[in-house]
């Protein structure tokens, strides 16, 4: 179907949800409410490597309202999608980091939780412990785990994570310069705005948990699975969500904890995160020190590239702690090992691309620099690396990088605009900079139900929670389009695991290409059922018919049409649906980003102002041009805010995080945000529902490495730690 | 399918819901809160027919925290299911009887919007009015609609119900023997548990209604309607409902109300019924006259019936006011001519089996009284006239009325008991009697969704509410029946329109044969894609695979399994979905019954005890059998009280309900209801799924006569006019 076809797809609509959004009346999960509810929280360890000898929890019991306290000892609940290298549990002895659950309060109000936290008493042993990746993989370093502090990788054991294709050696041979660099990048917290809340309730032997969660099937699966009941005695309920940008994937410790305090009291318990509990007690994104060696052509043609890094991911393991910034470069030949390593550290994980803005940085300032010092302009050195065929070998389903550059570098005025690094005169300092991004797409299982009402309208039944990305739009703009009912007629149920279909979850950016074949297929499904009833209206046969814009009509001779209200008018209602689990045959797919930033460095602060800013996509079709710029916008600015300004601290003598808060954590707010503008190019995948590919998490990835090129046109230095804060801008600038 | 070889269907099984209802976990309409909800009352007349002239609610408005005031006047929303004779509005002016809605009030809480309805000023102008529906028929009546008095009957235009078949005139010549005679019952409300209650929110255009309906997809059809919406903007919640026995069917004037309020203030709005407003506000069962003739052979064999009737369905029609009691029975000639009556009273309508108890009183009494002026023993009597083809001319799907004729004489010990009318000694008088009833049962339009969770537990999405009569599990029990998954993997959500699909409601007995089939049907499509998924594992051909118990299975070679979980294990889910729409062709359903009752009257304080009470019913396969003993033994009850105690008494000189309480109105309880032996006698009905009939009102139908004619025998005197109160029989002994 050409683009120029659809009737919803590829317009700028609201989404369907805004007014109840914006009026206050959608419910989060920390909005809701049940008579006799308990309000939970959490105590958390001020050591980061202890065994806890005991914990009397006398004194807490006997405050007035307090109903129940677990911990390791009474409530021994594997959390299995929480650690991998080894079993973790909701309560773990010993304690592995600074702000380690110790135990949970349930009590009829959050103060008397709070003060309740207070009186329970621990007797903690120190153990040795260690804060820095490095140090931590070296022998003699304390174990934070029996077999040591390397991760468990790719496999079930631990090892580093390898990756190779091509021939290294001959790559390096065959290169004319041969450059090495070392790239660090910090722990950011991925602080989106809605703080963790969980709500349990028991009814009977059924469990239902209003999550706040990424995915509530696979929530569901979790909590199931550590509970010990079948899918079918747990319910969880999302149908608003206020952001997670991957660490509420799945279900958390938190969902497990209400869950097991609500059986305990037989009470609904809410447990809500304070936004310290949100910094400390989940994770943010894995730090990261890149060691990168390439051998390049004369030209700047990339020969071979080798990366050796180490990621901390923390005290306990809930993701790869991968780097994949080399994505999106044409290398014929490539080694990498990572190792990601375990340190009395907030765990870090998921956070939107997890392995890529890190290694984006990296390896994009490296080739920056290695244009730089070649004397290659870096839009000529992208253009030229650009990548055609993953690893070398597969073809992608389709790829637009080329024309994301090109148009992006036009929009921008790359050719009038740049210049040597560090030519701009003045105390403040223009510079322009650019980078290449993007992400997997894929295809995998989703499933999806319709039903079409007797009027006609028409009712979507899916599992996406919508984490702000207008997941919830966008599947009804899918059924509009594939089932020929405007929009406004159809109404969508969302995020219930008893009533709305699997669906994998918004993480990996998967909900559309996962779930959108599904709500096509399902619309196929009930439009048989349709054509089925309208045939004899029509007197033609079913196959005959076709239905738009709420009209059945004869394809032969669209005159011959019934309104769908009449075409389905006896048939009280009939039901679309499908279960798709499409896969790529040797071909693989990507979504594609270049982005361009111009920055003002203000020489005498070190204030790094970013004023312009050009985002090239290609995600493929885009289905709903508004949340698919406002995403792109966001991701940009949480780059923005990665390369500039976060870091989560952590004070070296007591290993206490020091700035667990939006304020201290200097997330970047509208003050710190430039106007983005958006360019999609849109190819049609032929994979992709209506053409569509991934387009979440690609913004963020360019994001950072970008404002970092820019920094060293302006400036003509290199920063290669993050954050780049005024101080080192200062220091490089003053030098 | 023979019935032995049944895994789920036919046992003894608690209601699925049962934990949430006993533990006050199950929210019924009423107990529904938002915040911010408003309560809303409603203001009635006192006149029974008046023109309203002028209403003023300007002080009524200054009370702090009234909210909104709607009337006839500012609020003129037709109530299309409210009324047929003429357009009735929520508010009509005229009003047409004592009780008729005049204004409603919504405030901050209940007892001020009370105190406000005090305060709104109505000047009424009078007008003549009529209480008697014999009087009403007469051509000087005060004419309640511009076309007098006749409601519309079975057509548009006011007319009388008629029916006839075979040949009246030739039937009562062939008679030896014609007997006449005219029976009366009076009004009587449902009574229903749960009084009524709606609340209504508004979420930008899109309506929620949490209702207590017997139908979920026609409320919301008829909100639709009433509101000018889109099926899909109007969304009818009803997961709990405690009781309508008809008069909660589709919407009602108070749903509609409460979504005007809500809408006029912005708040959600609560309306919820006093008992009193339960009594007059709704309706009851219509009060008749019932004029009979019947032309009998010597041997007991009727040859032709003629009845002629006046019903009095109130101020508004809403169901048809007929008459069916002769349905039992094989009548080769038959004429009937009922006149369905407005009058200035509480309005008169759907109660369970509507046409039915009110005329099988009229006419077993009659027969019973024929048998006795002839000699013939009742018990002969019944069952040489019991019906064999319906009009005498097509067959039944299945009959046992003979059956349960037979095994219910048994059992009772007719033939030991019986004696002759008054014949028993003392001042406490032995009575035995019987009667013959039962209900229509048809297949129509039903939907259902059933999703199979990747462990092979199951999800049942059906729209039905659960009016009291266990629908909820019976569903359940069908799905695993048909799925082949143990009841206790199977989970049921229900009556929520925006999830459930369509359901006709529980109205009419239609519950089970209309929703029933398609269960089934959507197993039987859920399985299909199960032995897709399961073949190649078992190395088979999908169509030679059967899942019975949780397992896949080779046909023809069963050791050949796999546990469902395994077989869905990688499907993520999958889902079946139906609508089917069965239909009869040439033959007619029936579910059939006899009752017997032994019954103590003392001459002494005209007080009538049942003592004994056995009620043998054919209704097919019973699916559950212990909702279904239940259900029998709640419609003799209220047969008992509506034979013995309940009538609404109107005051003559001012028109309004005296009685309008449950005390009052003199509802049994628990200590006059007795032991209630029940019998099935299950054929195997082709049309029904698994063999089921209808069953929710076939057992108040015979109850009412069962218990005349057994004081009838107890006392030799027939009471002709219900109820058949301590007076009356004091004043007839004592004669």
Redesign the interface.
Known sequence: MAQQQFSTVGKKIPRIDA??RV?G?AQYAGDVQHPGMLYACVLRSPHPHARIASIDTSKAEKVPGVKAIIHHRNAEVRWSSGGATAPRYIFNNPVRYVGDSVAAVAATDRHIAEDALGLIEVKYENLPYVLDAKEALKPDAPKIYPKGNLSVGDGSTSAPITEQWGDLEKGFKEADRIFEDTYITKHVNNAQLERRASVAKW??G?LTVWASTQGA?NAR?DI?KDLGL????VRVICKYMGGGFGNKNQAQDYDLMAAVLAKATGQPVKLEFTREDDFIGMHGRWASEQHYKAGVKKDGTITAVELNAVTNVGAYRKSSGNLSGTDFYQIPNFKKVVNPVHTNTVVAANYRAPAYPQSVFGFASFLDQIAHDMGINPLEMFLKNRIRMYKSKSPFTSNALEECIVEGAKRIGWNEKWHKPGASSGAKKHGIGMALGGYPFRPG???A?I?V???G???L?VGVVDIGTGAKSTMAIIASEALGIPLN???V?NG?T?????CVGESGSRCTSFTGPAVIAAAEDVRR?IFNAAAPQLKAKPEDLDLKDGKVFIKANPSQSLPLSRAVAR?????????T?PAFKGVQGKSFAAHFAEVEVDTWTGHVKVTRYVAAHDSGTILNRLPAESQIKGGVVQGIGMALTEELLIDRPTAIPLNPSYRDAKVPTHLEAPEVEVIFIEPYDPYGPFGGKSLGEPPITAAVATVGNAIFNATGKRFKELPITPDKILHAVQV
Chains 1, 2 share one sequence.
Request: no cysteine; aromatic share 4%; charged share 25%.
């Open positions: 007014y109840e009026t009346q009814e009977g059924k099937s699966r199931a079948p899918l079918s005695k299982l989703g499933a139900t039903r009402n007797a009027d309208t028409a009712h039944l007629q159809i109404q149920t219930d008893d009533v709305t279909p699997y059922l048939s009280g209602e009939l039901i679309g649906r499908a279960t689990n």
